[in-house]
């Protein structure tokens, strides 16, 4: 019993300053990767820099530098590599009290007058020194003239310190996830002549194929080994996955990236390059092959990163036989689905007052591709196939004139209905070639969406304070309104004769269509960042913490409930019994649409602000001027996406 008192006594005390819940969190000095930098100053600048951002943070209290720099004195390290060695950890965690550890990477790319630096931070558990954590970052148009980072470099830096400090307090929850993942060990990669990026280039990949999968990173040894000695090293420590790479710098051929998988149990290897045209760009390359060999990433058939850094919201269109994606410019990109090369370039340069402008989700109107424009509700078309067709704009002065990310539109017959961003919808009419004509608008006190799902003779709208309206869509006269018992964040869906709607207060409804009367209601934990969707006899809810709940549409019974990695988000698709779910972590699920399952999972970007689209891949092989890849003989389907980060995606996927 005395043991137990003494014991007791013996325990630390609270901190000065520190607050129940808070992490004690230390911040080690950044290592720099590559030899040929010439800023090897900045490296105390980077790790001032990373501190600042964490400083004042809620929830986080920061050791001291001098206790950082007493503590590494004290272990005694030899290298700047042994930092990030266990055993230092926890001693460095026990000598400074940290809760956890930031440790962390940089590395230049470019010429010496514009490069981008490149930051890799882990976190790490100070009682342990396990992993339980990473971010990183490129910060780019860092110049040596000035020693000064501009503004884009600036806000991506205070980026990279909310997903720090995210990592921070997430650390438990997302240590246990990294700690049963798949173990792997990256070795440096290769260059021809001087050694400038291998251990950059193997840094970068080893933390984007572990965050695009399920993998666990394993340091590599200290000391020198050949290929057979390494290969039983990394079976003693469990390894299932050692990857190889190099950087090939071509003069009159492409410049690659290649790496390679070695399978360790069963000894089968697999390859992926890409070509790079310049140092900076780099980055872009690893990312991408890092999503190849990611858990899930065997479903991706192509990549379209040509607008990587600015945010896609497009939902992509297929028609006449062409993937069709509103992009920055603002413009309209005609793809072919099957390579993802482009094949047509709709643009209205003269409307881009401002970097980053894009037309929204196109829609199918008669024979015109439509979108609406950047910043006010007009309409602008091209003709699915006869370039030289022009159609006139439609325009609309909007009392509320508001920039919205993504416009819903609604185009049925010679109509097309669409939101101003405010508080109106408003509604076109084609004049046959002439500029389509404003024959009504819909006002609201809030501001209004429309529903999603097809409609033909009433027009559902919705307004995020949970007012719902059927106006008709001859003269946008109201048939019936209602207001749900709270607020509506994600848009309602119109199947059949039902409305499925999702309230902000967990209540999920089953509408008449004709009337608003509910049918049926269920409960499900908090808001929707999805639309509803149905299919067959049921209907899927979603909730922003990642749960699914399938009822049955004919009385709300429940059938199924599951739980994915983040939130779904915009709007589901099916096919053939399989459900397609883009969530808020960037990832796309794939699961059975009877019971819930997952059925694989890919990690595409930081986030989908999309709903998928889902064609078959027969549909995309009769067009008379497709050509068959590799691909459409192994899936059966194809999925496009876009992400935040400016990518467009084609995967594919095969009904059960």
Known sequence: ??????????????????????????????????????????????????????????????????????????????????????EFLKKFGASTKADLIVGGTFSYFGTVALNATYFDLRVYDGRTGELAGWTFEQADRVRLATMTISSPA?????????????????????????QTGTRILVLPFKEGGEDVYGAALARMFETNVADAGHYLPVLAPSERMDTAALR??????????????????????????????????????????????????????????????????EHIVWQLDRFQGQPLFSTP?????????????????GLDPIRGKEKWNFSQAALASTVGEYFHSPVLWGEAIAARGPDSPAIYRRHISDVKKVFLAASYSSKSRVSALDTHLVAEGDRIFCPTGGNEVVAFQDQDGSRPEVIWAYSAYSKVGIARGRMTKHLLVYSGNGRLAAIQMEDGKPVWTRLLPAGLHAAPLVSGQNIFAA?????????????????????????????????????????????????????????????????????????????????????????????????????LGTSLHCAPLAVPTDTLLADPEAEPAPWTERFDHAIYVTTIDGNIFALGGNAP
């Open 1 to 86: 019993m005395w043991s137990v008192l003494i014991s007791l006594l013996l325990l630390p005390l609270p901190l000065p300053g520190e607050q129940a819940g808070e992490i004690r969190a230390a911040v080690l000095p950044m290592v720099e990767l590559n030899s040929s930098a010439r800023q090897q100053k900045f490296s105390e600048r980077h790790s001032e820099s990373i501190r600042l951002q964490l400083t004042g943070r809620k929830g986080i209290q920061l050791v001291t530098p001098e206790e950082v720099g007493a503590a590494i004195r004290l272990a005694g390290i030899r290298s700047k590599a042994e930092l990030e060695d266990a």
């Open 154 to 178: 600036m806000e991506q830096m205070e980026r990279m310190g909310s997903h720090l400090a995210a990592a921070l307090t997430g650390a438990e929850k997302i240590k246990q996830q990294i």
């Open 317 to 333: 269109l297929f028609v006449n036989g062409k993937l069709v994606v509103g992009v920055p410019g603002p413009s309209m990109l």
């Open 503 to 603: 309230c902000e207060n967990g209540e999920r409804f089953c509408l008449k269509l004709e009337d608003g009367k509910t049918i049926w209601s269920v409960k499900q934990e908090g808001r929707s960042l999805a639309a509803p969707f149905a299919w067959d006899d049921r209907v899927c809810f979603s909730g922003e913490d990642g749960q699914l709940l399938a009822c049955r549409i004919s009385d709300g019974s429940q059938l199924w409930a599951s739980t994915l990695s983040s939130s779904p988000r915009v709007a589901l698709a099916s096919y053939k019994g399989l459900l397609y779910v883009p969530g808020t972590d960037g990832r796309l699920h794939c699961i059975q649409g009877n019971d819930g399952k997952l059925e694989w999972s890919v990690k």
């Open 232 to 297: 039983q090293w990394a079976k003693r420590k469990e390894v299932e996955f050692l990857f190889e790479g190099e950087a090939i710098s071509n003069t009159e051929e492409p410049s690659v990236v290649r790496v390679t998988r070695h399978e360790l149990k069963s000894g089968l290897t697999r390859q992926v390059e890409q070509a790079f045209t310049s140092d900076i760009d780099l980055r872009r390359v690893v990312s991408n092959i890092a999503q190849q060999f990611a858990a899930g990433g």
